[in-house]
């Protein structure tokens, strides 16, 4: 399963966000969402207005999840 994390900078969350993937061993990418309009527009879309949004298969959400993330492992 592709699992991507849409981010920004300096954003507390989504360095959570990410730490935690990686303390799991989940592989995942991130995408800077200042850099790639085209992947701004995708998150809005989802409805989301809050980084960073994790878009892990069919399943998505938005903030640190702790809870979310234990479900990938």
Known sequence: M?????????CV????TV???EA???AHQV???TLDNSAMQSVQSMGYRQAP???AGAKHWSGFRP???SQLA
């Open 53 to 55: 949004v994790v878009v």
């Open 19 to 21: 730490r935690a993937l």
């Open 67 to 69: 809870d979310m993330i």
């Open 2 to 10: 592709d699992i991507i994390v849409y981010s920004k900078p300096q």
């Open 31 to 33: 995408i800077d969402l």
């Open 24 to 26: 799991k061993g989940i």
């Open 13 to 16: 969350q989504c360095t959570a």
